[in-house]
């Protein structure tokens, strides 16, 4: 159980391009989901959390009409870049939690982005 | 500010038993998680335990909790090649349990 589908796993574009990421919790509903940017050899830095139906919660330094967040329903997120930049080149990762407490973030395979 | 520390490379023979530390320093913790990485992949959920715990056991995986030194450790028995990843230590910073801070990951090298 607790599978999240992310998707794609690999876009390689042109600079200016915008780009939509999905997240999708395919066996359970989730409540909150987490964006995640990590560079080669670090660790994962997280850029905003999204609950169902509100507007997303963006950490010091990301920036909100760069990174579009759309947490639709509670089994999609959806992170846009956009126009994209080669220093956006990165491994983002979705993670969702259910609701409650006692529940732990469980994670997509990731999206490796590369803007040419 | 929260902080959560943990040695960058590990190498075990196959068979040992691998031993990951990790430090942090939010006594508030509610929850410390073990996560693991292959390359070019997302991360995987391993075991996690709540403050209030010392101990945890699931199958080849043991973790123990010092909440007074704010230790965490991760012992792999049996190590196997399939183990060679890179292992996240994270806690949990608010009383929800959503928000996670990591480390930056013990890269585990078994060889044969």
């Known amino acids: 159980g607790a599978v999240v589908s992310q998707h794609p796993s690999r876009v390689i574009c042109k600079s200016g391009t915008s780009v939509k990421i999905e997240c999708r919790s395919l066996?359970?509903?989730?409540?909150?989901m987490f964006w995640y940017r990590q560079f080669p050899k670090q660790s994962l830095m997280l850029m905003a959390t999204s609950n169902e139906g509100s507007k997303a919660t963006y950490e010091q330094g990301v920036e909100k009409d760069k990174f579009l967040i759309n947490h639709a329903s509670l089994t999609l997120s959806t992170l846009t870049v956009t126009s994209a930049h080669p220093e956006d080149s990165s491994f983002y990762i979705c993670?969702?939690?259910?609701?409650?407490?006692?529940?732990?973030?469980?994670f997509g395979d990731g999206t490796r982005l590369s803007i040419l | 500010g929260e902080d959560v520390e943990q040695s960058l490379f590990l190498s075990v023979r196959e068979g040992d038993s691998s031993v990951i530390n990790c430090t942090y320093t939010d006594s508030s913790s509610t929850y410390l998680y073990w996560y693991k990485q292959e390359p070019g992949a997302g991360l995987q959920l391993l075991t996690y335990?709540?403050?209030?715990?010392d101990m945890k056991q699931d199958q080849r995986l043991t973790v123990l909790l010092n909440k007074k030194d704010k230790h965490l450790s991760l012992r792999i028995a049996d190590t196997q090649t399939g183990d060679s990843a890179i292992y996240f230590c994270?806690?949990?910073?608010?009383?929800?349990?959503?928000?996670?801070?990591f480390g930056k990951g013990t890269t585990l090298s078994v060889s044969s």
């Open positions: 066996d359970f509903q989730a409540t909150t």
């Open positions: 993670s969702a939690r259910a609701r409650g407490r006692d529940q732990p973030q469980h």
């Open positions: 335990i709540f403050s209030n715990m």
């Open positions: 994270a806690e949990s910073i608010d009383q929800a349990g959503t928000a996670l801070i």
